[in-house]
């Protein structure tokens, strides 16, 4: 049973790009939760789905980032008009619907240069 | 407000030599306590769930135990291997959903 999957692993994007982060839970599980780990920092919650709904996006910056949980496909972390400030590790954990998020993905390796 | 501290933020020991990390807590309404175990460039791995004061859970050389104002995880006869990030986190009653709030985490570095 494969794991959380994230891809990609490692992103370089230049600034004012888009940065687009996908992320595949586990085979079963239909909630999806993002967290961001900023250089020298703990990981912050940013927001959690089920499919087709945001449940939770009270830790969401309020301008350029959006998550989707489609139907069918994988999760989307999306980053618009990216800024150095950007930069950091973006993890998504997922679980079955009970229980917090026990598993986590490997993580994107976001750079902004 | 709701605050997760951890303690020390890094710690060498030598191969064998027991001791205790400190997760302390400041929250209005707490469901559960976690502990997770991060590797360098990997995602946090599960360790432990705790729900209530004086539960206590063991795997292998690490326990955690629980109190109304912190957690402990104790490394006992640490090896090379426990080498890692531990991350303690907790979920409050008034989260939606199962959101987790982490701590800044221990750094642990085991020497041969």
């Known amino acids: 049973n494969a794991g959380v999957m994230q891809n990609p692993r490692h992103l370089v994007r230049r600034r004012g790009q888009e940065a687009r982060l996908r992320c595949s839970p586990m085979?079963?599980?239909?909630?999806v939760y993002w967290y961001r780990q900023l250089p020298e920092e703990g990981l912050k919650f940013m927001v959690y789905?089920?499919?087709?709904?945001?449940?939770?996006e009270s830790g969401m910056p309020k301008e350029r980032f959006s998550a989707e949980f489609p139907k069918e496909g994988p999760s989307i972390l999306r980053i618009q008009q990216v800024v150095r400030g950007d930069s950091a590790a973006y993890f998504c954990a997922s679980s079955p619907g009970q229980g917090p998020p026990g598993y986590f993905g490997p993580g994107t390796r976001l750079t902004v240069t | 407000e709701d605050q997760v501290t951890q303690s020390p933020e890094a710690l060498r020991l030598q191969e064998g030599e027991s001791s205790s990390l400190n997760c302390s807590y400041t929250v209005s309404g707490l469901r559960g306590l976690f502990w997770y175990r991060q590797d360098p460039g990997k995602g946090p791995e599960f360790l432990f769930t705790l729900y209530s004061a004086g539960e206590e859970k063991e795997k292998e050389r690490l326990k955690a135990t629980l109190t109304k104002k912190e957690s402990f995880l104790h490394i006992t006869a640490p090896k090379p291997e426990d080498s890692a990030t531990y991350l303690c986190?907790?979920?409050?009653?008034?989260?939606?959903?199962?959101?987790?709030?982490f701590g800044g985490g221990t750094r642990v570095l085991v020497k041969p």
């Open positions: 986190a907790v979920q409050l009653i008034k989260a939606a959903g199962n959101k987790l709030t």
């Open positions: 085979k079963g599980h239909s909630h």
């Open positions: 789905l089920q499919k087709e709904n945001i449940i939770d």
